[in-house]
Structure formats: structure tokens, C-alpha cells
């Protein structure tokens, strides 16, 4: 079965720096877009990064400039690297595999949180 599980989660100060990781298994990662998105504490899910399978990206306005989207096939990894973070990026941030070539419905990761203090 389709399993993701994230990690690097934390609480750092406003100008820090994280990294996240998203460890895949249950498809073959290689042929299937993944994305992390972010839930801030009463708000709605929201779109941080998505990279293709072959290696398009998108981000959000938001943290454009600041974070960085990978994947490394042979480790079926997905990573976000966030730099310069902000007490606004302060969430749960969620790995998604969505549905596709390859999966058959949208899956989830449990989330990590993310503290960012001022």
C-alpha cells in the first residue's frame, strides 16, 4: 500500500532554516508527481510545492525564492528545503503523492509540524 512518511519537522527562529523529508513506498516513485503542502493553525490546506516526474516545479508566491523542491528517485524521497523562514510558514506541513499514472487516488503523509518563532 501507498505510504508516505515525513520528517525534519521543528521550531526555529524567523531567518532559520529546515528540511524536510518525505520518504515514499507502495508505487513507483519515479513515475509520479509529488507535491508538500501546509496547514497553518486555523486555516485551510494549502499548496506549498509540487515537482513532476520529470522534474517540472511549481511554488506558491508565497515561498518563492525562499524554499526548494526535490526528489531523488533511488531513494524515493521527496524534500523541501526552507530557508529564510517566517512565522507565517508556521504549519503542518503535508507530503502528497496525488493521483496519477501510478496511484490511483490522492495520498497523504501524517505531516510534520513547522514552529517558526519571531
Known amino acids: 500500500q501507498v505510504q508516505l512518511v515525513e520528517s525534519g519537522g521543528g521550531s526555529v527562529q524567523a531567518g532559520g532554516s529546515l528540511r524536510l523529508s518525505c520518504r515514499a513506498s507502495?508505487?513507483?516513485?519515479?513515475?509520479?508527481?509529488m507535491g508538500w503542502y501546509r496547514q497553518p493553525p486555523g486555516k485551510q490546506r494549502e499548496l506549498v510545492a509540487t515537482i513532476s516526474s520529470g522534474g517540472g516545479i511549481n511554488y506558491a508566491d508565497s515561498v518563492k525564492g525562499r524554499f526548494t523542491i526535490s526528489r531523488d528517485n533511488a531513494a524515493n524521497t521527496v524534500y523541501l528545503q526552507m530557508n529564510s523562514l517566517k512565522p507565517e510558514d508556521t504549519a503542518v506541513y503535508l507530503c502528497?503523492?496525488?493521483?496519477?499514472?501510478?496511484?490511483?487516488?490522492?495520498?497523504w503523509g501524517q505531516g510534520t509540524q513547522v514552529t517558526v518563532s519571531s
Open positions: 507502495g508505487f513507483i516513485f519515479r513515475l509520479n508527481a
Open positions: 502528497n503523492a496525488p493521483k496519477g499514472l501510478v496511484v490511483r487516488y490522492d495520498y
